[in-house]
């Protein structure tokens, strides 16, 4: 999980998205409306808090228990309902030799979206590795599982039997849809106790769904925050973009959106046999054993062509479209099944760019003559000190005290967070710098009145440490050395270590890797009027 957590997050996040809307929507629209009208709708939103308040308050062990014995509720109440609608026989039947292309075709779509949605289900992923820290069988924790989910399924099944088709209700594309058979069926139904059955089983079913949702993506976006590098989490506080909240609300949006247009469920069940397909494929490939070849910007456009398939063979119908179209979503997933199935080969490894050796070629220096001893300034990502070492640099021998170079690369340090944070007061501020380590390999030597240049530039960065790479160049010699230190930062009273704190990402932002994402489009001209030429 620690492994595929970070790559597959979008795949994570967009299925719990689509899943609470899936709930909220098919909840309100199919269960609470018909049956209260839609001037009950603060009744979905407590239902909602309620749910969300359980998912944050109590743990998942906690949460197992609480469904269980909701699980019992429900249950009774399905039967409860089931009982009382079969016994009214008012409702018609729906004929076999109604179901048309549309019918059939949904036969596949709905097996892959049966067998890939779990796995794009975070919530399956925390259960299956609190069974494993338990000390639990997975499999069979699973097998018991698949076992309840068939029975549930199967009491669907005969509410929607004992319901009959209903009055049909037409969507915005003019199809009709019997989603709201097993509510009217109940609002009409004369034996006391039916609709209440009803509500509870439906009630149960979306409260189960939308707490283990809180939790459990609260749960991924916490792991996803904690092993983030990102300096930004010192502007946000991390607790605020781990919150499942932000999901919550798009996905109660989309569920009011889709309300409105008269959408019908299918145009939201519609992404977990499309467009989520081929990630979640390179899931199942990645976790058998498969080496990763997931592209997801690939796999998310092979599977909005797949959805756009399926939206033509849905409401034409045509059963072939309908049935193409999640096969079609499996293109993106192609090179990891060959992998999984040995049928492809190694995927190249890509050759890492070899280090800067020292070479031959002189770096010539050009130094400001009317400074006496040193210049500086950036020269792009490269912050440049200008030098020239005089008799009180050498030592006995004649050559550059070799102590002195450590002590350059500090002066260049100092001069670098000086340009860059000019109105830092040691007096006033609320974090010190201080050096963790330091290292610097050395190649060559300097003498008296050899211009000397010191290059120092952010070489990577973690939530708390910051590593400053540096070279030292000769104009006649060329390289004498490089090497590297690494920064942290802790609090003025009690040396507690910090994350990065804001001004210095403020301050340094310009100047962060190239491969960082948070650095800047373009860097600074050189400051001041350093002439410098490599």
């Known amino acids: 999980m620690a492994t595929i957590q970070g790559p597959y997050a979008v795949l994570f996040l967009a ?34 808090l309620v749910a969300c308040s359980i998912g944050h308050a109590i743990p998942l062990r906690s949460i197992k228990v609480l469904h269980g014995v909701a699980l019992i509720v429900g249950v009774c109440a399905g039967i409860v309902a089931l009982v009382r609608l079969a016994s009214d026989f008012s409702s018609p039947g729906v004929p076999l030799s109604s179901f048309d292309e549309r019918f059939y075709g949904l036969a596949l779509p709905s097996l892959v979206g049966f067998l890939l949605g779990p796995w ?16 639990a069988s997975v499999r069979m924790a699973y ?11 199967t009491i669907n099944a005969l509410l929607a039997s004992a319901a009959g088709l209903g009055e049909p209700v037409l969507s915005f594309d003019g199809l009709p849809g019997a989603y709201a058979a097993v509510a009217q069926a109940t609002a009409r139904n004369p034996l006391a106790g039916v609709t209440v059955a009803f509500l509870i089983w439906t009630a149960v079913a979306a409260a189960t ?3 283990s949702f809180y939790c459990a993506t609260r749960w991924l976006m916490t792991a996803i925050t904690t092993r983030s590098n990102s300096p930004l989490l010192a502007f946000v506080p991390a607790s605020l973009v781990s919150s499942p909240i932000w999901i ?26 499309t467009i989520l397909v081929g990630g979640a494929a390179c899931l199942v490939c990645e976790t058998l054993g498969a080496s990763r070849r997931y592209d997801p910007v690939l796999s998310y456009m092979i599977g909005l062509a797949s959805c756009l398939v399926f939206l033509s063979g849905y409401i034409e119908p045509n059963w072939a479209y309908l049935a193409i179209a999640p096969l079609i979503g499996l293109i993106g ?11 492809g080969g190694k995927p190249a490894t890509p050759v890492p760019a070899p280090a800067d050796e020292p070479t031959a070629k002189t770096v010539v220096v050009s130094v400001a003559r009317d400074e006496a001893v040193a210049s500086h300034g950036f ?3 490269w912050f440049v000190l200008n030098l020239t070492p005089t008799y009180d640099d050498t030592n006995s021998v004649g050559n550059v005290y070799f102590a002195n170079y450590v002590r350059w690369v500090g002066k260049a340090r100092e001069l670098f967070f000086n340009t860059c944070m000019p109105d830092f007061d040691l007096k006033s501020t609320e974090f010190y710098v201080l050096t963790k380590s330091f290292q610097h390999d050395f190649r060559r030597e300097a003498a008296e009145f050899e211009p000397i240049t010191v290059r120092i530039r952010i070489a990577s960065h973690n939530r708390k440490f910051v590593t400053l790479a540096h070279e030292i160049h ?47 489009s373009s860097v600074p001209s050189p400051l001041g009027a350093t002439s410098l030429s490599v």
Not at 143 to 153: E, P, T
Not at 333 to 343: H, N, R
């Open 248 to 273: 919550l609300l798009a996905a109660f949006t989309t569920a009011v959106v889709a309300n409105q247009l008269n959408l019908s469920l299918m145009y939201l069940m519609v992404p977990f046999a």
């Open 143 to 153: 097998a018991s599982g698949a076992i309840i989910f068939v029975g549930l399924l």
């Open 209 to 211: 769904t939308i707490d």
């Open 379 to 381: 020269d792009g990502q």
């Open 333 to 343: 997933a192609l090179p990891m099944m060959a992998d999984l199935l040995g049928l």
């Open 120 to 135: 794009m289900d975070v919530q399956q992923w925390q259960r299956a590795v609190e069974i494993q820290r338990a000390g």
């Open 474 to 520: 000769s104009g006649l010699n060329g390289l004498l050395g490089r090497g590297e230190q690494s920064l942290m930062f802790v609090d003025t009273v009690q040396y507690r270590p910090l994350d990065i704190p804001r001004t210095i990402i403020e301050g340094f932002l310009p100047y962060w890797p190239k491969s960082s994402p948070h650095a800047a």
């Open 15 to 48: 299925c719990q998205f689509l899943a609470v809307a899936i709930t909220i929507f098919g909840f309100a629209t199919y269960a609470w409306t018909p049956v209260f009208g839609r001037d009950t709708v603060f009744g979905v939103i407590a239902l909602v």
